[in-house]
């Protein structure tokens, strides 16, 4: 008999013994009830960058990292919702936000129809029996002096359980988690368990004021391939059995597609596509969700192929591309997508990896400094290095017969020779908005549907 | 101690007599069935038979890996896998002499016809780099931030060779835009540069000095799903640009299936199962790779499955069949004796007695009689 099912009326028993007001109740999709049990409106976490001392004395502003930005999420009571991306995508933060772990900037959360951001640590501390985390860092969300039993116990403490009751419960956490007999775990040190033990005990820690939020951020990635499957059942009867609501924040589709009710793909610090995680798998609509799911590994050898991967890398919040923010790696962009002259460097870059030494020798010196051309309303000058304005524009001319397939050159209107460089200017764009697609319950932030 | 080893062609099917295997009932070695003469393919670069590394515990010696053999052919990259702490790391470092001091190391390790474990190993050192690779796991933390990427690669290249400055930097930018990176960024600094660039910088930095053998230790772990498809790409382009054979350490089966011509799987210090991958993956000889399969959550799994318990204490590892006590399969006879090496005729081997069956007593195949694992057991 496996342990994890073992006692399914335990999590309620000791909500009980806790007194608090709501117990969970029995969770699920059907019957969706009118009030979401946390709703986020258009959310944001900015974190302003430190410039310069003398700029901040000149009063410049150095910017922001837009970590999260204009999110909207609903979560009905014992739904579980998966945030997946790339790190960099804001998914933790916008995890860790929800708790009050991250500065809100814009925006608000709302637990039950009552705003819980802005609040102060002791008006949002009763709450916080409510609303848990578990981390990914098993081996560093311990104490490393404190034996399991304590770690439980004082969580229990701060929210007011008396020294009598703590042990009974302390012992129905554990057990509840698989760490059975109680006996043996609660007296060990964090050192003396496994990975996928000590996850089981931050979970107890998490469950055991009887919370009906849990944020998950990663819960299994740090953890041996042959403990995930066990750690995420846990979570799976957990959900089950205690009626929990999840926010599940994690990199990998696979546990995704298994865990979730809906799912929300994140890239810089938005949401691209969200919708039931069934049709979101089935029928991808970002052209990022369906690299991600392309990306996947396939653990069956027949399936070998070649596959269309993204080039590039998640680009650095603070400075994101124009228009949609996935467009310099996207295979299926066009010209409204956001094209700018940072986007040359790439092709360029990409390029000098497969010409041979003399062609990028004889090339890149055509070009001064590719690092500072910024693009300013829709048109932006690419200043020569050695050799004239002609002679660059010939360079650029060789390049795009080289590949005319490109997809950069969509979104190039018009290439022309100014006296101090070359001046490109794009087609105009805008970000795109989060829009339903019509029967599916899917929304999408992609111009190709919109 | 050494044990005889046949170190002829196609050695990594050698049949070798087990000591604890002793004790079975006289014939049942003998009765493991001969290998199938292996298809004719070139030299291996590496041939390692009977390697056993120890560390020292606390407790007596524990035994890290206990009697790997397997061989590579040029341009073959072979996949190992298997659960944390069952020796994948310290026999992929071991190959490099990368262990610490407190570890000993026996066996033979035969590269370009020398063995490098006999004598005083003074050779193996000077193998290290232009011969032996390393591609390490964390790329964030194994470039000096404070040199330039074309430093590293002199630095390497230079250490090695007794070529200009010129010439090793002209070999850098060859390896380095055969992995995607731009001449143009040459002289930068690490940081400037993004975590899947940089694990294309040390892919380049093991690959400068054409090493004839790599060990890459999880090459993708520290990096996102995009960035992880991209350079599995690079591994198994590899192969064709570079050729060098290849030890993959991994617990991801689908880089696996997409980067590997063969697989190994490890548990408690063996290789359990060895074989093309497709043969591995799709007719799984031994129990331990069927579950380990069977537990990989992918995006096909519609029911969770898991290992019970944990992999033994090395220091103490349990009779017979080291898998035994976590093996759904497990006979009387698994929990007595360890199990022959059985190759089949399509080039896998497996360490199992459901391999060998014709020679277990009736009451050897009897269910094992043994106690419930709890979850609290496992790693």
Avoid at chain 1, 338 to 359: N, S
Avoid at chain 1, 380 to 396: E, F, I, M, Q, Y
Wanted: hydrophobic share 40%; glycine share 10%.
């Amino acid at each position: 008999m496996k342990p994890d099912v073992m006692n399914p009326d335990l999590a309620t028993s000791q909500a009980g013994g806790l007194k608090t007001q709501t117990s969970p109740s029995g969770g699920g999709k059907s019957g969706k009830p009118t009030e979401p049990l946390i709703s986020i409106k258009d959310l944001s976490v900015h974190f302003s960058m430190q410039g310069s001392s003398i700029g901040r004395l000149l009063g410049k502003t150095s910017g922001a990292v837009k970590a999260v930005d204009g999110i909207n999420l609903d979560l009905a009571p014992g739904e579980v919702v998966g945030l997946v991306g790339e790190s960099g995508s804001g998914k933790s933060t916008l995890g860790r936000a929800v708790l009050g772990l991250a500065p809100v900037t814009g925006g608000s959360i709302s637990y039950r129809g009552e705003q819980i951001n802005g609040l102060s640590e002791k008006d949002m501390r009763p709450l916080r029996r409510k609303l848990q985390m578990v981390f990914q860092d098993p081996h560093a969300s311990l104490n490393p002096s404190m034996t399991v039993g304590d770690a439980i116990g004082d969580a229990l403490r701060i929210h007011g359980m008396s020294a009598e009751e703590r042990p009974a419960a302390i012992n129905a956490a554990l057990e509840r988690v698989g760490l059975a007999p109680a006996s043996r775990f609660a007296p060990k040190y964090p050192s003396e368990l496994s990975g996928g033990q000590k996850q089981r005990a931050v979970i107890a820690r998490a469950i055991c004021l009887g919370p009906e939020l849990l944020v998950a951020d990663e819960p299994i990635s740090m953890l041996d391939m042959s403990v995930r499957a066990k750690i995420l059942g846990l979570m799976d009867d957990l959900r089950r059995d205690m009626g929990l609501t999840f926010i599940y924040i994690t990199h990998d589709l696979a546990s995704a597609r298994f865990f979730c009710d809906r799912v929300a793909i994140m890239y810089l610090g938005r949401i691209v596509e969200i919708g039931p995680t069934e049709e979101v798998f089935a029928n991808p609509k970002h052209p990022y969700t369906q690299a991600l799911l392309a990306a996947i590994p396939d653990p069956d050898p027949s399936q070998k192929g070649q596959r269309n991967l993204p080039r590039g890398e998640i680009p650095d919040a603070a400075k994101p591309p124009a228009g949609c923010a996935f467009h310099p790696r996207c295979p299926m962009a066009f010209d409204r997508c956001g094209w700018e002259a940072r986007d040359l460097r790439v092709i360029l870059e990409q390029r000098w990896t497969k010409v041979d030494t003399e062609t990028y020798l004889s090339e890149s010196k055509r070009f001064g400094s590719l690092g500072s051309t910024v693009t300013t309303d829709s048109k932006a000058l690419v200043k020569p290095g050695h050799g004239s304005v002609d002679d660059l524009v010939n360079t650029l001319a060789e390049i795009r017969e080289d590949d005319p397939e490109e997809i950069f050159w969509r979104g190039v209107r018009s290439v022309e020779p100014k006296p101090n460089g070359v001046e490109f200017s794009f087609t105009e764009s805008s970000k795109p908005k989060l829009l339903p697609i019509v029967d599916t319950g899917v929304q999408v932030a992609c111009h190709l549907y919109h | 101690m050494k044990h005889a080893v046949d170190n002829g062609a196609g050695n990594r099917n050698a049949s070798r007599s087990n000591p604890t295997a002793r004790n079975v009932p006289a014939g049942d070695v003998l009765t493991t069935k001969l290998m199938e003469p292996a298809p004719p393919k070139a030299d291996p670069v590496i041939e390692i038979s009977d390697l056993r590394v120890w560390y020292a515990g606390a407790n007596g010696p524990i035994q890290a890996v206990n009697g790997v053999s397997f061989s590579l052919a040029p341009g073959e990259v072979l996949g190992l896998v298997g659960e944390s702490g069952c020796g994948k790391s310290t026999l992929g470092r071991g190959l490099l002499n990368l262990l610490p001091p407190s570890a000993a190391v026996d066996g033979v390790f035969n590269f370009d016809g020398t063995d490098l474990l006999a004598g005083n190993r003074t050779e193996w050192n000077k193998k290290r780099g232009a011969g032996l690779g390393m591609i390490f796991q964390e790329p964030m933390t194994r470039l000096d931030p404070l040199m330039r990427i074309s430093d590293h690669f002199r630095e390497a290249i230079r250490t090695h060779e007794k070529i200009s400055k010129k010439d090793a930097d002209l070999r850098a930018l060859e390896t380095l835009r055969a992995l995607g990176i731009p001449p143009s960024r040459y002289k930068n600094y690490p940081h400037e540069f993004s975590g899947g660039m940089r694990q294309r910088i040390m892919i380049a930095l093991a690959l400068a000095l054409r090493p004839k053998f790599v060990v890459a230790d999880e090459p993708t772990t520290a990096l996102d799903v995009l960035v992880e498809a991209q350079i599995v790409r690079i591994l198994a382009e590899m192969k064709v640009s570079f050729a060098p054979a290849m030890l993959l350490i991994t617990h991801n089966l689908g880089i696996v299936a997409e980067a590997c011509d063969r697989v190994a799987v490890m548990y408690a210090g063996q290789i359990v199962e060895e074989g093309p991958v497709e043969q591995v993956f799709a007719r799984p000889q031994h129990p331990y790779t069927r579950e380990l399969l069977k537990s990989t959550i992918s995006l096909t799994t519609t029911e969770l499955n898991s290992i019970p318990g944990a992999p033994p204490d090395l220091g103490d590892p349990p009779k017979g069949c080291y898998f035994h006590p976590r093996c759904p399969d497990a006979m009387a006879i698994c929990g007595e004796s360890s199990p022959p090496e059985v190759t089949s005729p399509n080039g896998s081997r497996a360490k199992c007695w459901l391999g060998s069956l014709e020679s277990v007593s009736a009451a050897g195949r009897a269910p094992l009689q043994r106690q419930e694992l709890s979850a609290a057991d496992e790693a």
